[in-house]
């Protein structure tokens, strides 16, 4: 699986925008982007998935780069209730047996009021 | 109830008790998980199960003995655990093996072992 890069935390002012930015240079083909975040001591929650189109849903919207080597994750209207840690992961379409969907340590969103 | 349920949300055990973890997905999914979060780290998958059958074991220890005796239901035993095995333990479900990237995640188990 491709790996990811994502700054380790991020500040946004409750009500704007926020933009969480993924690198993942090394992504091939058939991999998807995924972002899943958690609050603390919560079970992780999954928000978003694309391939190469943007997305969207009624939690937020993925931007996938043309070379398809990051991404970015928007929530449009920040609320507190959003403060947790994004993960950022890529993963081919498996078909079979269940395979790992490994976290890494994701970046620190804390909404301000 | 909906979603994945996961109790108890707290356990506190001692080295030498038996304890188990219970975890019930309503969704009518067919793929159920345990996983491990210990403070600072990443989550780590510890059992697969698919249709009722294990498919994957991380290197677990045998002090963590899972089961799984319907596609709803998931247990995970433990018996003679360490301080260190202190953690979050999560249960997720997915609709089946090749949907594994899209998980519904239970609220958890905190377990503290003294």
């Known amino acids: 699986d491709a790996k990811t890069t994502q700054p380790p935390s991020m500040d946004c002012a409750e009500g704007r925008a926020a933009n969480l930015p993924c690198n993942h240079s090394?992504?091939?083909?058939?991999?998807?982007v995924y972002w899943y975040r958690q609050i603390h001591s919560q079970g992780p929650q999954y928000i978003i998935h694309?391939?190469?189109n943007n997305e969207t849903n009624e939690m937020a919207s993925l931007i996938i780069t043309e070379d398809r080597k990051s991404s970015t994750l928007i929530l449009p209207h920040a609320t507190l209730r959003d403060t947790a840690v994004y993960y950022c992961i890529v993963r081919s379409i498996s078909s079979g047996s269940a395979r790992q969907l490994t976290f890494g340590s994701g970046t620190q969103l804390t909404v301000l009021p | 109830e909906t979603g994945v349920t996961q109790t108890p949300r707290h356990l506190v055990m001692g080295m030498t008790n038996k304890k188990s973890l219970k975890c019930e997905q309503h969704?009518?999914?067919?793929?159920m998980y345990w996983y491990k979060q210990s403070a600072k780290k990443p989550l780590e998958l510890m059992f697969v199960?698919?249709?009722?059958?294990?498919?994957e074991n991380n290197s677990v220890p045998s002090r963590f003995s899972p089961e799984c005796p319907n596609s709803s239901h998931l247990f995970l035993h433990l018996h003679t655990l360490q301080p260190e095995d202190s953690a979050l333990y999560l249960c997720?479900?997915?609709?089946?093996?090749?949907?594994?990237?899209?998980?519904?995640f239970g609220a958890g188990s905190r377990l503290t072992v003294l």
């Open positions: 694309g391939l190469k």
């Open positions: 969704l009518g999914h067919n793929a």
């Open positions: 199960y698919n249709f009722k059958e294990q498919t």
């Open positions: 090394t992504i091939s083909g058939n991999e998807y």
């Open positions: 997720a479900s997915s609709q089946d093996p090749s949907g594994a990237n899209v998980l519904t």
